[in-house]
């Protein structure tokens, strides 16, 4: 009997010890997320941001965001590139201040470090759907290049930041502009065509899941792996330049009378078209564009490789069922 009370006095001990233990690492931890908190430069998180604009000396972006797509505002309208705005306000919003170098703004301190009248100064501005708006103006880089100068507007103080802060937010209107030469779901589409210019048309049918078939210039049934291997590698291709937002002459481009055409008709049956041109020698690429939009803009000069000529690049083969079948 003494014995169990023994025992039931160390169990009890113990985790009264446990409990204290447990209790100071919670404690610790609260006041860790708290210190971590103040440091953070902005009250609110990446998603909840509806609209930013980047000044950059004369230059003026803004982008807007529409349901879950991002539209740029200005300096011109197009759509944003989703990926890398996110990655802009995930490396800007989430930033942490490393230290505040002073409590307010000496002006010669703010021209010293290049947060005013400095031609490699940037400024930011957030605002949530809330609304809350955030102004961040980036200054240069200390001696040692790892570390930047930034101040918040309505916030009297200097702080000092990781230099990968600003070159997160140092972005061109072709950075955050989408990128993609057109845009389709290749396994949803009804079907496509593909013709070089004294080329006959090939088209192909999607009539159902793992089948394609050509009706164009002949019948035939087609590869599958060839066909989504071809479609993959027209959807994946990103824009490498924006030639001309306003084209007055085609021609100029060899848009007139294009080397190549591709039709896409998408799940909904809709018709989309991208047309390939002559070859910019300046960029090393080809002129493109959209058939539903204005500008002229550049794609690799490999895109046009492995196109097929014929019905026949693109007939299943005995050997392509073999693997197939494998």
Do not use: C
């Not at 447990?22 to 990446?46: H, Q």
């Not at 802060?165 to 396994?187: G, Q, Y």
């Not at 084209?247 to 998408?266: A, H």
């Amino acid at each position: 009997m003494r014995f169990f009370k023994k025992t039931m006095f160390w169990i009890i001990i113990m985790a009264v010890i446990g409990g204290s233990f447990y209790l100071i690492d919670r404690g610790a931890e609260e006041k860790k997320v708290i210190v971590e908190e103040k440091k953070r430069l902005f009250p609110f998180e990446p998603n909840d941001i509806a609209e930013f604009q980047i000044i950059r000396g004369s230059e003026n972006i803004v982008l807007r965001k529409e349901g879950s797509d991002w539209h740029m505002e200005s300096p011109l309208r197009a759509m944003g590139d989703k990926d890398a705005i996110q990655k802009l306000l995930d490396g800007v919003i989430k930033a942490k201040i490393d230290g505040i170098l002073f409590e307010n703004q000496p002006q010669e301190k703010l021209k010293e470090m290049g947060i005013i009248d400095s031609p490699t100064s940037l400024t930011a501005t957030f605002r949530t759907s809330a609304p809350i708006v955030k102004t961040i103006t980036f200054g240069d880089r200390n001696p040692g290049m790892n570390l930047g100068f930034a101040i918040l507007k309505d916030d009297p103080r200097i702080f000092r930041l990781t230099a990968d802060i600003k070159a997160e937010a140092d972005k061109t209107v072709f950075d955050l502009r989408d990128k993609t030469a057109i845009n389709f779901a290749p396994l949803k589409i009804k079907g496509f065509e593909i013709k070089w210019q004294d080329s006959a048309a090939i088209a192909v049918e999607h009539p159902a899941e793992g089948k394609w078939h050509i009706v164009k210039p002949k019948n035939l049934i087609a590869s599958s792996n060839k066909a989504t291997e071809l479609l993959y590698k027209i959807k994946d291709s990103k824009i490498k330049a924006f030639a001309d937002e306003e084209p007055k002459d085609l021609s100029v481009y060899g848009l007139n009378k294009p080397r190549l055409s591709i039709k896409i008709t998408d799940e909904k049956g809709s018709r989309l078209e991208l047309i390939v041109g002559e070859r910019d020698k300046k960029q090393r690429g080809l002129f493109a564009k959209r058939t539903d939009a204005k500008n002229v803009f550049v794609l690799e000069e490999d895109f046009i490789l492995g196109m097929p000529k014929n019905a026949e690049d693109l007939e299943e083969k005995k050997d392509d069922k073999t693997t197939k079948n494998r």
